[in-house]
């Protein structure tokens, strides 16, 4: 059956790839980005199933615009996908107050922008899918992400919250962690490095940028098979609340969920039995 798709991030990488995929199975879609004709231009020009609109994420008034031009030309909003990210690069130290609050305004407060913006659409018809691309690092803390890991951290911990806040109004929810993949999140109009520069960290910094920078385009994913996934696990009667992807991610998250449980039995001796009880 033919859904209404929102889609964030749509002018390039990733979003492009779903927004595809999602016209060529016959559902009408709502593609965003910051230039919408970048939209078009990706996507094929004007079509009937096709609504390009101009979106900044962190804009509070631009989320509900878009959300009601969406309610406006197809009638409802089935399907919420918070694809638009961006990059912040370095290490702690050099990356500036400002770069951090901004790496967290975009990759955080605007899904939840958008989200807060579509949910009272999807409430009202007790129906919808809140779909956030998070990420491994949004799992597994990693060098030289530590803005970005911050960030999708963050959105792991709302999405995994506003299941229980929303669930009851028949409005599902799927967090979306991919490893490596050809995104475009490294190329420059995605990716942010560092403005500080502290001499402890510089030959460190040197190597781990060329190192990303040499990533890009090289990733192993495959963003037309992520998004196919991607379409196959929002058709499912009962959509998963994570969706891990990547023959990176799959094993990492898998070792990573075990090194937690470890962790938990080896805090057992000094961790338990903390509780205030009153003497008898």
């Excluded at 597994?140 to 792991?156: D, L, P, T």
């Excluded at 962790?263 to 000094?270: D, F, G, I, K, N």
């Amino acid at each position: 059956m033919s859904k209404v798709f929102l889609i964030t991030g749509a002018g390039r990488g990733l979003g492009i790839n779903i927004a595809r995929e999602a016209l060529a199975a016959g559902h009408r879609v709502a593609a965003t980005a910051r230039n919408p004709q970048k939209v078009l231009d990706a996507l094929g020009g004007e079509q009937d199933n096709l609504l390009a609109l101009s979106l900044d994420i962190t804009s509070p008034d631009a989320a509900a615009a878009a959300a009601q031009a969406t309610v406006d030309r197809f009638g409802r909003i089935d399907v919420l996908i918070n694809n638009a990210a961006s990059f912040q690069a370095g290490y702690f130290e050099e990356i500036s107050d400002a770069q951090m609050r901004a790496q967290i305004e975009t990759n955080l407060f605007g899904p939840m922008n958008v989200t807060r913006a579509v949910l009272p659409a999807m409430r009202a018809r007790r129906s919808g899918h809140v779909v956030t691309i998070s990420s491994l690092a949004g799992v597994i803390g990693q060098e030289f992400c530590v803005a970005y890991a911050a960030a999708k951290f963050g959105v792991e911990g709302w999405m995994e919250s506003l299941r229980h806040d929303i669930e009851p109004y028949g409005i599902r929810t799927t967090i979306v962690d991919p490893g490596f993949f050809r995104t475009e999140l490294l190329v420059d109009a995605s990716t942010s490095w560092a403005e500080l520069s502290i001499d402890d960290y510089a030959e460190r910094t040197a190597e781990t940028k060329k190192m990303w920078q040499s990533m890009n385009g090289q990733q192993a994913g495959d963003p037309d098979k992520l998004a196919d996934a991607l379409l196959k696990v929002i058709d499912l009667d009962e959509p998963p609340l994570r969706f891990v992807a990547g023959d990176d991610a799959v094993p990492a998250i898998e070792a990573k969920g075990r090194e937690i449980a470890e962790q938990a039995t080896a805090s057992r001796v000094l961790g338990t039995g903390l509780s205030h009880h009153d003497a008898a």
